[in-house]
């Protein structure tokens, strides 16, 4: 019955969308006020009616009722419940509920929190409403979650046991926050283009939707990434997939969008740039979606295989990004030409900016669809791995870092460097001599690095000391009241922070890829391991239960340093229902670095066991954290000021 | 400098950024790619010793042989085989029997070197090149061809 009213739900949803797609459309001119009205109304009905399906889904899960189909494919009764909730989105058709409960929920806050009720707002709306209209027609038409199953059978066949992790549960409503924000940047965009040339107004409105967008998606690939880290038991964390590469593609067109949006809003320039960006950065999160939903690739994420269902999300793509594409064309004469502004400003640098995010966007791209192409003209099958992107990205990010700090410290229109030569030279010496510090100690442990290598960690310092440089710039008219941390403006902080998080993260990425150390023996019991200075003491392995799987639990025994006298305990599960084996790596987190230890197969009456020592690899995820925060002050000091 | 110089200079360095970005991105496309090959088109065309490339099958049923750290063991698409030698840690679904993928190079005596192996997670799951691989030599069964794309990659992948 629940089931059915979900069902029941997503139809009147779909008829809503419609209304809410259409209606306002034929009232834009005679009553631009009630055609405003209609598509507001209709999206809070539209996001209500879809909580309700997706409400009436979870409590399938929960209950597990294995006359759904989904349920059935994708639960079990003897898994924890939390999991039990992560699986009605650990599967095609409720993954694309939330997509849909997403969509709806976005256009729900737009027509909730918007400032400003006008035409643009109505039209900002009808875009949102076709949205959930090609959604919810690809759910009940492709992919109903409401299948059901006659007759119902007795027992369901489990999660794949990678899913069952807590990070995984939070992972995909995160990604889709951030995928399907990007659709307002969509609506944004056309809503622009319907429009008269407002002298950037649309920006400022765009700005607070594409940077929660923005700050989603940096969480939900920070999280994958170290979802994969710590579960998928081989202590990379990132792997340039193809699946990774369709999430990272948006993230850059995205972050380069929200930077010349700051243009187009500030300046009345970029504008053209800018409404392009946002349609192809749309078209990247949907193409994103295409590539892990239509099975062309294979991967954790491809839950199945189904060639109408990739066609359907293509069309989708194709149809938007045509649309988009079009009134484009059509109407970009109207928008004014950009203002004037010498190279050396910060329209300059943010320019300077965009065309290192952009070319980066593209040879992602090119890695990602050339093997896909090679395959479908039947030229072989190829992979393209890491050393393609690490190739191409460690020269690109040289100049980009080298450049970035000066940004924001340059006046709009036109900058002067000279006032600032003195800060800017102690930054680039502390950078050098840090640089040259790290080497040193280093290269007694580890030999020398390459030049690329050390140009990278210069950079990398550069970059964290210059946005230093630049908060104590934004801090200085406050300099009496620094104490008083409450009473700063946010605004101060957010590219600061951001740009550190930016430096962070490479430093984490440069350190845990050039310094870490991997050992793996056969091992008997008592037999020491020597990582990293670590001494660890194989102890011996037992059986554990645990709630739904078994588990071969190996102990190891730090015998020096800060973790002296504890235990790690690696395990290999046997999960029962699903038949499946995974690998938990025990990790032992401190910032300076991970230790992570791995139990393998027998060996004789030995055991296998994989032993790595990541130095500094948490700075990763702190830097993006640290580029969420920075985006989140961004949004604070926005909506104050509305 | 005029608005005029200014946009030339803009696009005048815009190209030429591109270009040096398109070049060094084409090059490294061409060092670095990868190319599957089956037991069968190895048998056909062998490869140069040391050219870094991809192979996959099944366990031969009976081949794998483990010393210490070393495991030895054939991948066969049914119609030919390969020796493959590894050193490290085998994935945990790595069965005879089994679809697996192994990445490396030839030795001069024909042996397989394999930095890398891939094995499936659940044992629906077989790797689409794997999958490919057996279809063409005529020997792929039912089941898998059902379960292709289902579930999930690699045991281990490259880092």
Redesign the interface.
């Known amino acids: 019955m629940i089931a059915e009213l979900g069902h029941f739900a997503l139809v009147m949803a779909l008829v809503v969308a419609t209304l809410q797609a259409i209606a306002p459309l034929y009232l834009a001119r005679t009553a631009p006020d009630t055609a405003l009205a209609i598509a507001m109304r209709a999206s809070f009905i539209q996001f209500a009616l879809v909580l309700l399906a997706f409400a009436a889904l979870t409590y399938g899960f929960v209950r597990s009722d294995f006359s759904l189909a989904v349920v059935f494919a994708n639960s079990h009764i003897a898994k924890p419940l939390i999991y039990k909730i992560a699986g009605v989105w650990g599967n095609h058709e409720g993954s694309m509920l939330l997509w849909v409960l997403i969509v709806a929920a976005y256009g729900a806050a737009y027509a909730r929190f918007t400032d400003i009720k006008d035409g643009f707002a109505a039209r900002v709306l009808i875009v949102q409403g076709w949205l959930g209209v090609a959604f919810l027609a690809f759910l009940l038409f492709t992919s109903n979650p409401f299948a059901r199953l006659l007759p119902a059978p007795f027992s369901g066949q489990g999660l794949t046991p990678i899913l069952q992790d807590p990070a995984l549960a939070a992972h995909p409503p995160l990604l889709y926050a951030g995928y399907v924000g990007f659709s307002m940047a969509y609506a944004f965009a056309l809503a622009a283009l319907t429009g008269a040339d407002d002298g950037g107004n649309w920006a400022r409105r765009m700005r607070p939707w594409i940077l929660t967008a923005w700050i989603f998606l940096t969480l939900g690939i920070a999280l994958g990434s170290y979802w994969a880290y710590y579960e998928l038991g081989w202590g990379g964390f990132w792997f340039w997939d193809p699946v990774e590469n369709a999430s990272l593609m948006p993230w850059l067109a995205g972050t380069a969008l929200l930077h010349s949006a700051l243009v187009a809003e500030k300046r009345d320039t970029l504008k053209r740039w800018t409404l392009l960006l946002a349609i192809i950065t749309f078209a990247l999160s949907l193409s994103g979606t295409f590539l892990v939903r239509s099975g062309v690739l294979t991967s954790v994420h491809a839950f199945a295989n189904d060639p109408e269902r990739g066609l359907f999300i293509l069309a989708i793509l194709g149809g938007f990004s045509l649309v988009g594409f079009i009134l484009y064309g059509l109407r970009l004469p109207r928008f004014a030409a950009d203002k004037p502004f010498q190279p050396v400003s910060r329209e300059g640098l943010l320019l300077v900016n965009n065309i290192f995010l952009a070319t980066a966007t593209v040879t992602v791209f090119l890695g990602t669809i050339y093997p896909l192409i090679l395959d479908a003209l039947g030229m072989g099958k190829i992979s393209v791995g890491a050393p393609y992107f690490n190739a191409v990205f460690a020269p690109l990010t040289i100049p980009f870092a080298l450049l970035l700090p000066l940004g924001p410290l340059l006046n709009w229109r036109e900058g002067r460097l000279k006032p600032l030569q003195n800060s800017l030279a102690l930054a680039a010496g502390l950078a050098v001599l840090v640089t040259c510090g790290i080497m040193l100690t280093r290269s007694v442990a580890h030999g020398g690095s390459s030049l690329m290598i050390i140009a990278l960690f210069a950079v990398a310092l550069w970059l964290l000391f210059g946005a230093s440089l630049d908060l104590a710039q934004r801090l200085a008219p406050y300099r009496s009241r620094l104490t008083q941390f409450w009473r700063l403006p946010a605004s101060a902080f957010s590219a600061p922070l951001a740009h550190a998080g930016l430096a962070v993260m490479l430093l984490g990425i440069l350190a845990a890829t050039q310094w870490r150390e991997e050992i793996v023996v056969a091992a008997a019991p008592n037999q020491q391991i020597d990582i990293a200075g670590i001494a660890l003491r194989y102890d011996g392995l037992r059986e554990i239960d645990g709630p739904n799987y078994r588990a071969e639990q190996a102990r190891l025994t730090y015998l020096t340093g800060r973790h002296q006298g504890t235990h790690i305990f690696p395990e290999r599960r046997f999960y029962e229902a699903e038949r499946a084996q995974t690998t938990e790596a025990a990790i032992t987190t401190d910032l300076t670095g991970h230790l992570y230890a791995v139990v393998g197969e027998t060996s004789g009456d030995k055991r296998v066991l994989r032993v790595w020592y990541h130095p500094y690899v948490a700075f990763i995820w702190l830097g993006a954290l640290l580029m969420a925060l920075g985006g989140s002050f961004a949004l604070v000091t926005r909506l104050k000021r509305a | ?1 005029t ?1 005029k110089q ?1 946009r030339l ?2 696009i005048g360095g ?1 190209l030429a ?2 270009a040096l ?1 398109a070049g ?2 084409l ?3 061409e ?6 090959r089956s037991p069968s088109e190895l048998a056909a065309k062998p490869a140069a010793i040391g050219e870094a490339m ?1 192979i996959g099958g099944l366990v031969r049923e009976g081949s794998v042989k ?4 070393r495991a030895d063991f054939e991948v066969t698409d049914l119609a030919h085989d390969i020796g493959v030698t590894y050193e ?3 994935p ?3 069965r005879e029997g089994q679809g697996v993928v192994a990445e490396g190079r030839f030795d001069a005596s024909g042996r397989f070197i394999a930095d890398t192996v891939l094995a499936k ?3 629906t799951y077989m ?3 794997v999958a ?1 691989a057996l279809e063409k030599s005529g020997k792929l069964k039912a089941p898998y061809a059902q379960h ?7 045991g ?4």
């Open positions: 400098m608005p200014i200079a803009a815009g950024f591109l970005a060094i991105a090059t490294a496309l060092d670095n790619i990868v190319f599957f991809r483990r010393d210490g750290l490290g840690m085998l945990d679904l790595f997670h659940d044992e790797p689409p090149e490919e292709r794309g289902r579930a999930e990659q690699d281990e992948r490259p880092q």
